[in-house]
C-alpha cells in the first residue's frame, strides 16, 4: 500500500523532470542566433548592441536618413540655387543643370545597384551610399572654403534697380576687365564642385530608395510593410520643408560670416546684390550623413526570423513564368542572369514590388526610379530654369560675360510658370487613370490564405522568446 502510494507521488515528478529536461535542451536549438545574423561590425557584435537588431529600429534609422536627405536635396539646395546664381555669376538655365546633376550621377548607376545590391548585404552598401552623400555634401560646400571673398558693388540708393544700375562704390576692382583677374575667370572650377557634390549625393541615395525598401519588406510581417515605408517617405516630406524654413534663415547671414567682421559690411539682405550663408545647411547635412552611416553598418545581411517570414510571401507574386526561373537557388548572384531578370521584368510590369518575385523587387523599384528620373526629375529643372531666364529683363554683365538675372518682367513670369505646372498636374493625372485602368491584381490563393495565420504565429513567437533572452 505503501509503496503504491510512494509510486503515485513519484511518478508525476519523474515525469516532469523528464519534460524539463526535455524542454531545456530543445531550448538552446531554437534560440541560438548565427553570429552573422548579430547586430555590428566583423567580430564586434557585443550582447548590449542586440536590441538595435530588430527591424523597428533599421527603420528608425531610415527615417533619419530619409529626413536629412529630403532636408539638402530638395530642401536647402533649392532654396540656396538662387544665391549660388548671384555670388558665382550663373544664369538659371545653368543652375537648373546643378539640381538636375543629382540625377546625372544616379541615372548612370541606378539600374546596377538595384540589381547587384539585391543579392548582397544590403546594410553595407546603404553605409556606403550614405558615407558617400556626406563626402559629396562637402565636395559641394568646398567653394565657400577654397575660394576668394564675395566682391560686391553698393550704391547710397534705395531704390532696388537704382542699386544695379550704380557701380563703383564696394569692394569689386574697377581694373579686373583689363587686367585679366575678372572673378568669373575662376567660377568654372566652383562650378564643377557642385555638379559633383550633387552627383555623390544622387548616387548614395540610391540604396536607401531600392535595396532599403526591399530590405523592410523582407524583414517584417506583410501587414507592417506599407506603414514602416510610409514613415521613411513621410520623414523624407518632413525634412524638406524643414530644409527649406533652415535654408531661408541661414541666407540672413553674409556669405563671408566665416570671413569677414559681419558690422563692416554695407549690405542687408533687402539689397538685391545680398548673398547669404548658402553653405551653412550643406555642411548640417555632411556631418549628419557622416553619423547616420555608421548604426547602418552594423546591420546583418538578414534580421533574426527572416526565414520565417519569407514563408508569408511566397504566393505573393502572381507570375508563375517568372516564379519557375527566379527561384532558382543561384539566380541573380551573376552578372549573367540581369539581362534575363531586367526582361522579366519589364514583361511583366514592375507597377509594385508585391507584382514580382522577391529577388526581383530591388530592380523593380530601381527601373520605376529611373523612369520617374528620366521623365520628371532629370529635365524638369533644367526646362524650368529656361522658363525663369526666358522673363528676364536686366542680367548682370561681367566682363562681356552673362551673369544672373537680377529682375523679371513679373506678369510674363507669373503667366509662364502657372501654364507649366498646371500642364504637369494635367499629365500626372492622365498617367494615374491610364494605371487605374491597365492594373490586373492578383489571384487570390485560398490555400495561401489560410497557410498564414500559422506561419505569423511562429514569427510572434520566435520573436518574443529572442526578446525574452536579451
Known amino acids: 500500500m505503501a509503496d503504491d502510494f510512494e509510486s503515485s507521488i513519484l511518478q508525476p515528478l519523474q ?48 527615417c533619419v536618413f530619409n529626413f536629412f536627405e529630403g532636408f539638402i536635396v ?22 537648373s543643370i546643378i539640381a538636375s546633376a543629382n540625377d546625372f550621377g544616379a541615372l548612370v548607376v541606378l539600374i546596377f545597384i538595384s540589381y547587384y545590391g539585391g543579392q548582397r548585404n544590403k546594410p553595407r552598401i546603404m553605409a556606403a551610399g550614405v558615407f558617400l552623400m556626406s563626402l559629396g555634401s562637402l565636395i559641394f560646400s568646398l ?17 532696388g534697380t537704382q542699386n544695379l544700375c550704380m557701380s563703383g562704390k564696394g569692394n569689386t576692382s574697377s581694373g579686373a576687365c583689363e587686367d585679366g583677374t575678372s572673378n568669373s575667370s575662376g567660377y568654372d572650377g566652383y562650378y564643377a564642385c557642385f555638379l559633383i557634390g550633387q552627383a555623390f549625393l544622387g548616387i548614395g541615395a540610391i540604396p536607401m530608395f531600392t ?16 506603414f514602416y515605408i510610409g514613415c521613411t517617405f513621410s520623414s523624407a516630406a518632413v525634412g524638406v520643408a524643414v530644409g527649406y524654413i533652415v535654408g531661408g534663415q541661414t541666407l540672413s547671414y553674409f556669405v563671408d560670416a566665416d570671413k569677414v567682421d559681419i558690422s563692416s559690411v554695407p549690405l542687408t ?11 551653412i545647411g550643406i555642411l548640417i547635412s555632411f556631418f549628419s550623413f557622416l553619423l547616420i552611416g555608421f548604426p547602418l553598418l552594423g546591420y546583418p545581411k538578414e534580421l533574426p526570423g527572416h526565414d520565417q517570414l519569407q514563408k508569408l510571401r511566397r504566393s505573393e507574386a502572381h507570375n508563375n513564368d517568372a516564379n519557375e526561373m ?58 524650368l530654369g529656361a522658363i525663369i531666364d526666358s522673363a528676364c529683363s536686366v542680367w548682370q554683365e561681367s566682363c562681356g560675360k552673362t551673369g544672373s538675372c537680377w529682375t523679371y518682367r513679373k506678369f510674363d513670369l507669373g503667366v509662364r510658370l502657372v501654364v507649366w505646372f498646371a500642364a504637369i498636374k494635367l499629365m500626372g493625372a492622365i498617367f494615374a487613370m491610364i494605371a487605374y485602368k491597365v492594373y490586373v491584381p492578383p489571384p487570390v490563393d485560398d490555400d495561401t490564405v489560410v497557410a498564414v495565420p500559422s506561419v505569423a504565429a511562429n514569427v510572434d513567437n520566435s520573436k518574443k522568446d529572442e526578446s525574452t533572452r536579451l
Not at 577654397?146 to 558693388?153: F, M, P, R, S
Not at 530590405?215 to 510581417?221: L, M, T
Not at 542572369?337 to 522579366?344: A, E, H, N, Q, V
Open 326 to 383: 527566379t527561384t532558382r537557388p543561384n539566380f541573380g548572384k551573376s552578372w549573367r542572369d540581369f539581362p534575363k531578370s531586367f526582361y522579366l521584368l519589364v514583361r511583366f510590369g514592375p507597377s509594385t514590388t508585391e507584382c514580382v518575385q522577391p529577388k526581383q523587387r530591388s530592380l523593380a523599384i530601381g527601373v520605376e526610379l529611373l523612369v520617374v528620373r528620366l521623365l520628371g526629375t532629370t529635365p524638369g529643372p533644367i526646362l
Open 74 to 95: 530638395n530642401g536647402v539646395i533649392n532654396v540656396v540655387i538662387p544665391s549660388l546664381e548671384k555670388r558665382y555669376e550663373m544664369s538659371s538655365s545653368r543652375s
Open 15 to 62: 515525469q516532469g523532470k523528464m519534460t524539463l529536461e526535455t524542454v531545456d535542451r530543445a531550448e538552446p536549438q531554437r534560440k541560438i542566433i548565427r553570429n552573422e545574423d548579430r547586430y555590428g561590425c566583423w567580430t564586434c557584435r557585443p550582447r548590449f548592441l542586440q536590441v538595435f537588431n530588430s527591424i523597428r529600429w533599421h527603420v528608425f534609422w531610415q
Open 211 to 226: 535595396i532599403a525598401l526591399t530590405y523592410i519588406d523582407d524583414n517584417c510581417k506583410p501587414k507592417l510593410t506599407s
Open 143 to 159: 567653394p565657400q572654403f577654397v575660394g576668394d571673398e564675395y566682391k560686391y558693388t553698393v550704391s547710397s540708393g534705395t531704390n
Open 269 to 279: 539682405p533687402a539689397d538685391p546684390q545680398w548673398v547669404g550663408a548658402w553653405w
